[in-house]
């Protein structure tokens, strides 16, 4: 049971337009969502997250928006530069679970030149 | 500040050997998790310890792994034995005190084939 769905596997992009990477979820429960950024043979690293209290949050390139009727988020890039070029996961959890996670399969995103 | 080191970072063995992996965490970190990335998918929760005892292990394959945090620092996961499907890059990560919104801060993690 996927309870967080990333349903494009990939996306190109060109240096300096917006790129958005979308998530889905299915557990109403979830009242937090991150996005971690994955360059390869190295760990994921945090990149920003967002309270269910929320609708919207930015920090310098990057926002993220949530839309909890339709159980959506996506992640904003602007401008895209080639250092984003990684692998994007969407993870969610709530205060039940305290620090679990629950990530989604993740989007490769290609900035190119 | 030194992150999450991990090792080795590859592994290569045979179907049916045992294979161990370590996890060495950020410095006061009270909370370690040990998650499995299998190829296309998301990182997968196996377990997750406070300081030396098990929070959750729900998703853990108790007859072929096993994992301890014996002193409540550094943490070892084992497979025995090991199964093709167990291809894998083993991710250990960490946080402060494992609280709801806490970040956790991942190593680079152990790639396995199995084969």
């Known amino acids: 049971d996927q309870q967080v769905k990333q349903n494009s596997p990939s996306l190109s992009v060109q240096e300096g337009r917006i790129s958005i990477l979308n998530c889905d979820y299915t557990?109403?429960?979830?009242?937090?969502f991150l996005w971690y950024k994955k360059y390869p043979a190295e760990g994921p690293t945090f990149l920003i997250s967002i309270s269910s209290i929320k609708d919207k949050n930015e920090d310098g390139r990057f926002t993220v928006f949530l839309n909890k009727s339709a159980k959506h988020l996506s992640l904003h890039i602007v401008p895209s530069q080639p250092g984003d070029s990684a692998v994007y996961f969407c993870a969610a959890s709530w205060a039940g679970t305290a620090s679990k996670l629950t990530f989604g399969t993740g989007t490769r995103l290609q900035v190119t030149l | 500040e030194a992150g999450v080191a991990q090792s080795p970072r590859y592994k290569i063995i045979e179907k049916r050997q045992s294979v161990a992996f370590w996890c060495n965490p950020i410095?006061?970190?009270?909370?370690l998790y040990w998650y499995q990335q299998i190829l296309g998918q998301g990182p997968k929760l196996l377990i997750q310890f406070q300081n030396n005892g098990v929070v959750d292990d729900s998703q853990l394959p108790k007859d072929r792994f096993s994992a301890e945090r014996l002193k409540g620092v550094d943490s070892t996961l084992k497979i025995q034995p090991a199964k093709l499907e167990d291809s894998a890059v083993y991710l250990c990560?960490?946080?402060?005190?494992?609280?709801?919104?806490?970040?956790?801060?991942f190593g680079p993690g152990t790639r396995l084939l199995v084969l």
């Open positions: 990560a960490s946080s402060l005190q494992g609280r709801y919104q806490e970040t956790q801060y």
């Open positions: 557990n109403s429960m979830f009242d937090y």
């Open positions: 410095s006061g970190h009270a909370t």
